[in-house]
Structures are given as C-alpha cells and as structure tokens.
C-alpha cells in the first residue's frame, strides 16, 4: 500500500481509530466479528432472494408487499438491542452526542432512500429472471468504487481492484448461465423496465451504503454495536412506514387477500413466506450495517456480491436446481475475490494495530 493511501480499516481519523473499542479487541475477536457480520449477510440475503423468487413464483404478484417486507422486520432487533449492554460514551473526539433533529434526519433521509431502493428492486425482481437480475446487480460494486472514492475517501490497492473485478466476473458468469433474459409472459417494455429499476436500485444501494458509514464516521461517532442496531431500526421504521403508505396509495392492498386464497402453495404458506422473508431481510441489514461499521462500505458490498454467487448453490440445496460447472467456475471466483479483499483487511489491519502498539510504547516511555 502506497504511503498516500488510507487503510479500509481506517474510518475515522487516525488517532480517534486508535483509540476505539474495536482495537481493544484482540485479532481473533475482531475478525470473529467481522466473521458473525459476514455469515448475517450471506446467509441472509440468499434466503431472501429465494423466499422472494418463491413469492413471484407461486403467484404473488405485490410489488409493494414485496417492499415492505424488506424492513418490516425490524421489531425483532429490539431484543438484542436490549440484550446488549449500553455503552453512551463517545469517542475522544467528539464532545457530546449529536442533536437529537441531526439524528432524526438522518434516519428520515436514509429510511426514505431505502424504501425507494427496495421498491426498485422488488419491481426488477418481478420482471428478470434470477440470473440477469445477479448479474446487473453486480454493477453495485462498480458504483460503490465512486461512491466510496468521493464520499469516504476510500483508496484502492491492487487486491481490492482484483477483488472487485474478480468478483464482478463471478456474477457475470452465473448471469450468462441462463437463457432467458425475463421470466414467461413477460414483455421486452417491462423487461427493460425492469433493468432500469434494477440497476437504479444497485446505484442507489451502493451510494446508500457510503451514506451510512460517512454517518458513522462524521455525526455517530460511536464505536458500539448498539449504534449498528439503532440505525438499523429507526431507518427501517421510516422505510416500513413509507413502504405501507405505498402499499394503500397504489391500491395494492386490494388484491391482498385474492392474492393469497390463490397462492400456489395455499394461504398458510403465503403469511409464513412474507413473514420470514421480513426476518431473512433483517438479518441480512444488521450484517450490512455490521461491516460498514466494523470494516467499510466496499467490503459490505463485496460480500454482498459473494452473496449473489451463493445464491444458486442455495437454490441446489432447496429447489433441487441443476448445478453445472459454469456455478462451480463462479463460486470458485467469488471464494478468490473474497480471499483477496479478506488479505488486504488483513494487511491493514496489522498496519493499524502495530501503530497503536507504537503509540502505547510511547507513551509508556514518556511516562518512565
């Protein structure tokens, strides 16, 4: 790494990250963490997108119901909320909590981007088959190397640039798998409507991404695992209220109940379907946010694009689909693009803690 160039680790300002409680941890608790985070990501976001095929599939057919399951979820992140033990105190630079009207813009702002995300991606999802919607939604890497450029001063070494294409062309090979470009009965007009939501929704999800960690790094300043969680919650109340305000302004509400008496799978399994769609999202955010807060948004995005690569072996294990060598090619990809960013996060991970270990010395020294 060059010497002009900030580590990912490096969130804040050097001396603030230094001092932070992330540090006190010892290596193997810290990359435990990241470990946990990864796992809600991954595990999360491939149960989501197959709950979400299997709703379209079984003849579900609400965009909106669609979005607001999303973040309806979010009352079940209260429990480790209040589980947790509370940790109010700031770091070293910052001389009070911000105001309680900064907070809530924030969380207004960032909740009503995320309903306008997840609205686009619920309309992409209905209308392109699983595997152009994966390769599409790979672009968010790409847009997330902007965003985290202009908004987080992030720099990029050889590793990250290799993990980011690797990774790219892991998705891209799963897309090409697939012949079709759109699911049957689908229209070439609502196809195209479909790519432009698509890839409006990866644009949108990446800038929010460098959104919620310039967020971290400027106005929370906190370096606990409370703060991942009530950012989480609040934005997610925004999100679910705009979503359901959706849901009734477009009269989709309407149709709920036909909707479910014909289900293909019967009533019971509809509700059970929305619900835990609802929990999978959640449990994916709290990963997302996890790793913006432990590690930078890129590194959120990247796993969320192995995510993508894991998807069809999901959907091997619980749809019995066919696994090819072209799946095999691309996972064995994604494992090569995860390894490579996973080394440069170790890299400057050795980086931060040698300097704080320099930094202790020091003052150990001027204190004898």
């Known amino acids: 790494?060059?010497?002009?160039?900030?580590?990912?680790?490096?969130?804040?300002?050097?001396?603030?990250?230094?001092?932070?409680?992330?540090?006190?941890?010892?290596?193997?608790?810290?990359?435990?963490?990241?470990?946990?985070?990864?796992f809600f990501l991954v595990a999360g976001q491939s149960a989501a997108v197959?709950?979400?095929?299997?709703?379209?599939?079984?003849?579900?057919?609400?965009?909106?119901?669609?979005?607001?399951?999303?973040?309806?979820?979010?009352?079940?992140?209260?429990?480790?909320?209040?589980?947790?033990?509370?940790?109010?105190?700031?770091l070293a630079s910052s001389s009070s909590s911000p105001p309680i009207r900064t907070l809530a813009l924030i969380y207004i702002v960032l909740g009503m981007i995320i309903a306008g995300d997840n609205y686009l991606y619920s309309l992409g999802l209905s209308y392109l088959s699983a595997s152009t919607y994966s390769l599409i939604c790979a672009s968010q890497l790409a847009f997330n190397a902007v965003f985290s450029y202009f908004i987080n001063s992030q720099k990029f070494t050889a590793l990250i640039l290799n993990s980011v294409i690797i990774l790219s062309f892991s998705s891209a090979l799963i897309a090409v798998n697939d012949d079709s470009g759109g699911p049957s009965g689908v229209s070439k007009w609502k196809y195209f409507l479909g790519f432009l939501a698509t890839l409006g929704a990866s644009s949108i999800y990446s800038l929010l991404l460098s959104l919620m960690q310039l967020s971290f790094q400027k106005v929370l300043k906190k370096e606990t695992f409370s703060v991942v969680l009530e950012m989480q919650i609040f934005t997610s109340i925004v999100a679910t209220c705009v979503s359901v305000a959706g849901l009734f302004g477009s009269g989709e509400w309407k149709t709920l109940h036909g909707e479910m008496q014909s289900f293909g799978k019967g009533s019971v399994p509809y509700v059970l379907t929305l619900v835990w769609t609802a929990v999978t999202w959640q449990v994916c955010s709290v990963g997302v946010v996890g790793l913006i807060f432990v590690v930078s948004s890129l590194f959120s995005n990247v796993i969320s694009t192995v995510a993508l690569a894991v998807s069809p072996i999901a959907a091997v294990i619980v749809f019995h689909d066919k696994m090819n060598g072209v799946k095999i090619i691309a996972m064995l990809l994604a494992v090569w693009g995860f390894a490579s960013f996973t080394y440069q996060n170790y890299i400057d991970d050795s980086k931060l803690r040698k300097a704080k270990t320099n930094v202790t010395e020091t003052r150990n020294n001027s204190v004898c």
Do not use: C
């Open 1 to 38: 790494m060059a010497d002009n160039e900030e580590p990912i680790l490096n969130k804040v300002e050097n001396t603030v990250a230094l001092h932070s409680p992330l540090f006190k941890l010892k290596r193997w608790q810290w990359w435990l963490l990241v470990a946990i985070n990864i």
């Open 50 to 90: 197959l709950l979400g095929r299997f709703y379209y599939d079984q003849g579900g057919n609400s965009k909106w119901m669609a979005t607001v399951v999303q973040t309806a979820g979010f009352p079940i992140l209260f429990i480790p909320l209040f589980l947790l033990p509370s940790d109010d105190e700031p």
